[in-house]
C-alpha cells in the first residue's frame, strides 16, 4: 500500500491528510469538559437545565411585536437579500453609532464594525490587537470564548483573578503583575458571564488607569450592557477615559433576546488616534474574509434600536432579578454553599464547600451527580477556570428555579457532612 503525506494508508492509496494547526489547537473547554461528562438524569424527575445562557430555550421570555415589526418591514422593503458591504451597510453602522455615542466619546458609521455575533466580534478585536507568540488578559472566572479564540491562532492567555468577596471585582495588584512587554491588550468583561456583576464607576476609572498607564488597548465585553438589575447602573468603559483606545464588542443577543439572528458590532471609540494607522485598516481587512454580518437585520436595526419600549428591556430583566433573588434566598439556605447576588447579566456563580461533600473530588463530580440523582444540570467551575464552584443560568421560569433549587437542597443534604477533614 502507498503512504502519503507522512499518514496512514488505506485500501485506496490515501494516507490520513493532515488537519491545520490552527484546527487541531482551537478547543472550546466548556463543550470538551461538558462533552466528557457522564450525564445521565434521572428517569423518574424531568431534566431542568441551568446550563445554557440562550434566552429563548424556555419561551417564557417572548419577542415583542416592536421588533418583529421591525424585521418585517424589512424583508417586505426586498433591499436587504444581497451581500452587504464586509463592515456593515451605511445606515445601519450610522443607526448603531448614533445610539451608542457618548457626550465625551461620539461615533460615527466609520466608527462600527458589523459582526455576525458578538463572538464574531470578540474574534476580529483579538485577531487584530495579537500576534502569535503575545498573550492576552482576561478574567477568572471569564468567557471560555476569549481562550478559544486566542489559543487557535497562537496567542497565549493569561488570566487576571476577579474578587468574589468584593462583587467580583478585578484583583488590580494579580492583573498588574500580568503585565510585560508581550502583553496584546487587556479584555474586561463588564456586566459579566458567569458572574453576573456590575462594576462601579470607581472601579472602571482604575482598571483604566492601569491599562493607560501601561499603554494596553481594551477590548470591552459589553454584550450584556445595560441589562442589569433595578436600581443597578450600567456605566461603559468608553465613557470613563479620554484617552484608552477602546475596542466594544456588543450585539443584539442578550439584551434584545435574539442571539439567533446573529447581528453583533465592535465600536471604536479612539479619542488618542491609537488605532488609527493599522488596527482601523485592520479591521476592515479581516472583516473581508467573511461576509458575516445578517443583511435582514441589518435593514432593522435602526427601528429596533428606536421604537423597542422600555417596557420590553423591563420584563426580562425584571424575570432575571425575581429569578436571582429566589435563587439566592433558596441556595443561601442549604450548609455548604454560597451564592454571590448578581447584578446583572443572566448568571450567579455558587461556592461549592467541598471539604463539606466528601463524596467528590472536584465541581465536575458535584455537578455531574447532580444530573444522575436530581435532573439538575449546572455548569461546573471549572468550564470558566474557576473549581469549587457552579453557574446557575437565571432565564428560565420561576417555576423551574424553585424547583431545581429544592432538588439542588435535597441533593446537598444527602451528601453533606459536617465532620472536618483530617489530614496525616
Not at 282 to 290: D, E
Not at 303 to 312: F, G, R
Not at 371 to 381: A, D, I, K, Y
Request: net charge negative; glycine share 6%.
Amino acid at each position: 500500500m502507498m503512504e502519503s503525506n507522512g499518514g496512514l494508508a488505506s485500501d485506496s492509496g490515501w494516507g490520513s491528510i493532515p488537519a491545520s494547526r490552527m484546527s487541531l489547537s482551537t478547543d472550546n473547554p466548556i463543550r470538551k469538559i461538558v462533552d466528557g461528562m457522564k450525564l445521565t438524569p434521572n428517569p423518574k424527575k424531568e431534566m431542568i437545565s441551568l446550563s445554557i445562557g440562550d434566552p429563548t430555550v424556555f419561551g417564557n421570555l417572548p419577542l415583542c411585536e416592536d421588533i418583529k415589526d421591525a424585521v418585517h418591514e424589512s424583508i417586505r422593503s426586498n433591499k436587504f437579500n444581497g451581500y452587504s458591504p464586509s463592515v456593515g451597510h451605511e445606515d445601519a453602522r450610522a443607526a448603531i453609532a448614533e445610539h451608542y455615542s457618548l457626550p465625551g466619546a461620539p461615533l460615527t458609521s466609520k466608527d462600527v464594525i458589523l459582526t455576525s455575533g458578538c463572538s464574531s466580534a470578540l474574534d476580529l478585536a483579538i485577531s487584530v490587537l495579537a500576534d502569535p507568540g503575545q498573550h492576552i488578559l482576561a478574567p477568572r472566572p471569564g468567557f471560555s470564548l476569549y481562550q478559544t479564540l486566542a489559543v487557535s491562532l497562537g496567542i497565549s492567555v493569561k488570566y487576571y483573578d476577579l474578587i468574589p468577596e468584593k462583587s467580583w471585582e478585578i484583583d488590580l495588584d494579580h492583573l498588574v503583575s500580568l503585565i510585560d512587554g508581550d502583553t496584546a491588550c487587556l479584555i474586561v468583561n463588564n456586566p459579566s458571564n458567569p458572574c453576573g456583576s456590575v462594576f462601579s464607576s470607581q472601579h472602571i476609572d482604575a482598571i483604566l488607569e492601569v491599562a493607560d498607564r501601561n499603554r494596553i488597548p481594551v477590548i470591552a465585553d459589553e454584550v450584556y450592557a445595560d441589562f442589569v438589575f433595578h436600581g443597578q447602573q450600567y456605566i461603559s468603559m468608553a465613557s470613563q477615559s479620554a484617552t484608552v483606545p477602546i475596542l466594544s464588542c456588543g450585539g443584539l443577543t442578550k439584551r434584545y433576546l435574539v442571539p439567533g439572528w446573529r447581528l453583533g458590532w465592535i465600536l471604536i471609540y479612539d479619542r488618542s488616534n491609537a488605532f488609527e494607522a493599522e488596527v482601523r485598516p485592520g479591521l476592515v481587512n479581516l472583516s473581508q474574509r467573511i461576509l458575516g454580518p445578517n443583511t435582514l437585520i441589518q435593514g432593522a436595526i435602526r427601528a429596533i434600536l428606536s421604537s423597542t419600549p422600555q417596557e420590553y428591556f423591563d420584563m426580562a430583566i425584571g424575570v432575571v432579578q425575581r429569578n436571582a433573588e429566589i435563587c439566592h434566598a433558596a441556595m443561601k439556605k442549604i450548609k455548604g454553599l454560597n451564592p454571590i447576588m448578581p447584578t446583572g447579566a443572566m448568571y450567579m456563580m455558587v461556592a461549592i464547600r467541598m471539604d463539606k461533600f466528601p463524596d467528590f473530588k472536584s465541581d465536575l463530580e458535584f455537578t455531574q451527580q447532580l444530573v444522575t440523582e436530581q435532573s439538575v444540570f449546572c455548569l461546573p467551575g471549572k468550564c470558566f477556570q474557576y473549581p469549587n464552584y457552579f453557574r446557575v443560568v437565571l432565564t428560565v421560569p420561576e417555576e423551574k428555579v424553585t424547583e431545581a433549587c429544592e432538588r439542588i437542597a435535597e441533593f446537598c443534604r444527602e451528601h453533606y457532612t459536617s465532620k472536618e477533614r483530617i489530614s496525616y
